[in-house]
Structure formats: structure tokens, C-alpha cells
């Protein structure tokens, strides 16, 4: 394995930068756009833990092949003008979080990355590298750990730092499930959602599904769900019989972390529950398993097993409180840098007359 060249210099800028990772998205909602980006996340060990010989062939000889199509489908269905919604929303995030901590008085740069797809987490990685960059903080956009999407993110940040002679100093934030913030900016879109559409009888709250035997392994994704949950209804104020929380996005047979969601909302509907409203707290931004598979698939399952009104209250998105939640929760990880503004300037001229200072000292040798 070859070592990269460091791109350090002696006089450079000493700044932070933040990289928020999301899950990814094929470049179109076509079946040839589905399937590289499928391979690719259905390759990765830590989202499929199955014996690589067999889930080659099953990956390759009838998931790619006919699953794609079906996808594309599904992605068309959400496409935007601008593009995929959640690359989108990533985008603008990773926008308005760098003003944000400016409001706090960080000088820092926020740039977004894909875990799959593009801009893929090393292209960003070997920009920042490029560029001198010697303070990274990675901040995954999964509120609940997991091994099959935070892990797999640090998987690749420290398969890229292992071909770099130069590593910058590296913080990772593993999680914020249950940060006050992240809670009260949640809390907030399901009351901004009550003001104008009224309080339904029940509210569902939806996490992504992972399947049942990593909680069996140690994986502390259910766990964290629950307690998010437990903590946005306690803040609700709500009784243990007016939410449920459910996973979504069930794939294979194999059993998953229960209860489903789409079987949960039928029942609802079949017992005599005219109105349920969903949120999704997983996801940080609206995208395929939000907008289609609970807004769509879920809304129509629920309408016709009895139910009369479906309200999807949308992820945080750009919501304002949430910006400024999500400064408060990278805020910790940049202490001790020289963020603020009167400390770069003294940090960056200290080190200019370091430099200065060692070139006449080799100038007088």
C-alpha cells in the first residue's frame, strides 16, 4: 500500500471542517443509475452480514438485475427539480450549519459527503487533504448509532486516513440521540404540525429497521431508538397509549426489529383509529424511505384498512431550530480548535513567524 504525499506547509491556514455524511443517492432515478449505487451499498459487509460467496451471487445474479427497475421507480416518485431530496437537503444543511456556528462564533467549513454514491465520503476526504486540511470532524446524519450506518462511515474515514502520511486530527461524533436539542427541535415540528392541522389520537413514531439479530450482537441502534422516543413523548407529554414506535424498511426474510410499521398503521386502521400522524426521527432529512415508503406506501395501506386521515409530519430538514440544534451538538467537538476568529488570525501569524523564523535560521547555518 502506497502513502500519499502530505500536502502540508509550514505557513498554512489552520481551519476546521465539518463533513456531514448521509446515507447517499443514485445520481437519477433510473434503472442504470440504481444499479452501480445498489451494488455499492449492498457490497458494504456492514449493512449485509452474510457469507460474501453467497451475497455475491444473490446481490448480483437477482438483486441488481431485477430489483432496479423497481427502485428507479420508487426514486422518480420523490425526484425534485433540484434533484434527490436528500441530497439536496445535505446540501443546504451543510450550508446553513457552517452560518449557524458562525452566529456562534466558529470559523469553520461544513461540506457534505455520501456515504454511497456521490460525492462519495473519500472524494471529499482527499479534497479536504489536498487543501491542507488538518482538523476534521465527521458527523454522520443518523441521530441512533448503528453498525450498518455510523460504523460503516468511520469504516471508510479510517480506510482513507490508513494511505495518508499527514493524518489531520480527527474527531468523530458517534451519536446525538438524545441530545436536549435534537429532542426539543423534534418536538417543535410535531407541534409546528399540531398548530395547524390539530393534534391527531395517535402518533406514530418510525424509525429504520435493522434486522433483529444485530440487537442480539450488541448493536445499541434499538436501544437509542427507544429512548429518543421515550424522550420526545415525554415532552409531549404524552401517554404510553397515544404513540407507538415501529421500524420501517424491512428487506429479505430474515426477522427485523419489530414492530413493522406498515402492519402497525393497518391495524390502527382496522381497529377503528380514523387518524394517525407519523414522523420519522431517524432521518435528518426527507428522502426515498420518508417520502415514498411511509407518505406513499404506508399512507395508502393505512386509508384502506379503515383509517380516514394520514398526516407524514415532515423530517427537520432546514428547519431553523434544528440548524441550530445541530451547532449545539458539533459545538463540543470543535473545543480546544482555533475556531473563533481572533484566534486564527493569532494562531496563523504565530506560525508565520515559526516559518519565517526557521528559513533564517537555515539561511544563517
Known amino acids: 500500500m502506497s502513502i500519499q504525499k502530505s500536502a502540508f506547509r509550514h505557513d498554512q491556514t489552520s481551519k476546521a471542517t465539518i463533513v456531514l455524511v448521509n446515507l447517499g443517492t443514485p445520481e437519477a432515478p433510473t434503472a442504470q443509475a440504481l444499479r452501480p449505487y445498489l451494488r455499492e451499498f449492498l457490497s458494504d459487509t456492514r449493512v449485509v452480514e452474510i457469507p460474501r460467496?453467497?451475497?455475491?451471487?444473490?446481490?448480483n445474479c437477482i438483486i441488481v438485475p431485477f430489483r432496479s427497475g423497481k427502485s428507479a421507480a420508487k426514486y422518480a416518485a420523490v425526484w425534485t427539480t433540484e434533484g434527490s431530496p436528500?441530497?439536496?437537503h445535505n446540501e443546504k444543511q451543510a450550508m446553513m450549519l457552517k452560518g449557524y456556528l458562525g452566529e456562534r462564533g466558529h470559523q469553520v467549513d461544513v461540506v457534505s459527503a455520501m456515504r454511497y454514491g456521490h460525492p462519495s465520503l473519500p472524494s471529499v476526504l482527499d479534497a479536504l487533504h489536498k487543501n491542507g486540511g488538518d482538523k476534521v470532524v465527521i458527523l454522520p446524519a443518523y441521530p441512533q448509532y448503528s453498525a450498518a450506518t455510523t460504523?460503516?462511515?468511520f469504516d471508510v474515514v479510517f480506510d482513507y486516513y490508513k494511505k495518508i502520511r499527514h493524518i489531520p486530527e480527527l474527531r468523530l461524533v458517534k451519536h446525538y440521540h438524545d441530545h436536549p436539542a435534537y429532542i426539543a427541535a423534534l418536538k417543535n415540528s410535531i407541534l409546528k404540525h399540531w398548530e395547524q392541522h390539530q393534534r391527531g389520537p395517535h402518533l406514530v413514531i418510525s424509525f429504520h429497521g435493522v434486522p433483529k439479530r444485530t440487537l442480539l450482537l450488541g448493536d445499541p441502534y434499538h436501544c437509542e431508538c427507544?429512548?429518543?422516543a421515550r424522550l420526545l413523548a415525554q415532552s409531549l407529554g404524552l401517554r404510553k397509549d397515544e404513540y407507538s414506535v415501529t421500524f420501517q424498511s424491512r428487506f429479505g426474510k430474515a426477522e427485523w426489529l419489530q414492530p413493522y410499521t406498515q402492519p402497525s398503521v393497518e391495524a390502527l386502521g382496522k381497529s377503528g383509529t380514523k387518524r394517525v400522524d407519523v414522523i420519522c426521527p431517524g432521518f435528518i432529512a426527507d428522502c426515498l424511505e420518508t417520502l415514498e415508503e411511509i407518505n406513499m406506501e404506508v399512507r395508502s395501506a393505512?386509508?384502506?384498512?379503515?383509517g380516514k386521515e394520514f398526516h407524514y409530519i415532515p423530517c427537520l430538514n432546514e428547519d431553523a431550530l434544528w440548524l441550530r440544534a445541530m451547532a449545539e451538538i458539533t459545538e463540543p467537538h470543535l473545543h480546544g480548535w482555533p475556531t473563533g476568529f481572533d484566534a486564527l488570525r493569532d494562531l496563523n501569524l504565530e506560525?508565520?513567524?515559526?516559518?519565517k523564523l526557521a528559513i533564517d535560521l537555515g539561511a544563517a547555518q
Do not use: C, D
Open 351 to 355: 506560525r508565520q513567524n515559526s516559518a
Open 86 to 88: 436528500l441530497k439536496v
Open 302 to 306: 393505512f386509508l384502506l384498512a379503515g
Open 226 to 228: 427507544h429512548k429518543t
Open 151 to 153: 460504523a460503516s462511515i
Open 53 to 59: 460467496a453467497i451475497w455475491w451471487l444473490i446481490l
